[in-house]
């Protein structure tokens, strides 16, 4: 198969497990709102975080997330990172539908791949999408785990936390480092990053 045949596996296999149209009374763009502050770090819980993720423009972005903030879905708050900014938050009412979210066959259809093919696909999107946002001129969003600003080697000293994050100066919870970040730089080692990925599973 052709180049131009995979990329268009990839833009079908999306489409049919995002579950385009309408479900739950959320469109398409809301449940891609909704599966990115499920799934985005306290730093990148923001409009701008979506829309440079997204690739949507701001104004889009926060019409959107402000419908859903409408709808009970969203709960703003103030960050504690930056006073003068605001983190959005979903609510137990989101994460009820989430947990019913028609991506889940994607979820399952990973799962049902060996470890070991698992770990290539995984590598090669990360390629692909790192080559796509350079083209774009996108930031590539990433987790902790292969971040070059990743501090800690999983150890907690003294009472505190096995990570940091050098690009904030913020410790890291174990459940934040397999989350994505608007602030990721790719650099970590591959021995570091299966560390970390080990750690954040148990």
């Not at 385009?20 to 990148?44: C, D, H, I, M, P």
């Not at 990570?163 to 989350?179: K, M, Q, R, T």
Request: net charge positive; aromatic share 8%; hydrophobic share 40%.
């Amino acid at each position: 198969m052709d180049s131009r045949g995979i990329a268009e596996l990839f833009l079908h296999l999306g489409r049919i497990g995002s579950g385009e149209g309408f479900a739950k009374g959320l469109t398409a763009v809301q449940w891609t709102v909704l599966r990115y502050f499920a799934r985005a770090n306290r730093f990148s819980r923001t409009p701008s975080a979506f829309a440079t993720f997204h690739g949507t423009t701001r104004g889009t972005a926060s019409q959107t997330i402000k419908n859903l903030e409408m709808q009970g879905y969203l709960i703003r708050q103030r960050s504690e990172i930056d006073g003068r900014s605001a983190r959005l938050d979903l609510t137990d009412k989101a994460m009820s539908i989430l947990a019913n979210d028609c991506f889940e066959v994607m979820v399952r259809a990973v799962d049902a791949l060996p470890a070991g093919v698992r770990g290539d696909f995984a590598h090669t999107l990360q390629r692909m999408l790192g080559q796509v946002a350079l083209e774009r001129d996108m930031p590539p969003f990433g987790t902790c785990a292969p971040c070059k600003h990743l501090e800690g080697d999983g150890c907690c000293r003294d009472g505190g936390a096995p990570y940091a994050c050098g690009f904030a100066s913020v410790p890291l919870l174990l459940n934040e480092v397999d989350e994505i970040c608007i602030n990721f730089a790719p650099g970590k080692s591959a021995t570091m990053k299966n560390a970390v990925t080990g750690v954040a599973s148990r």
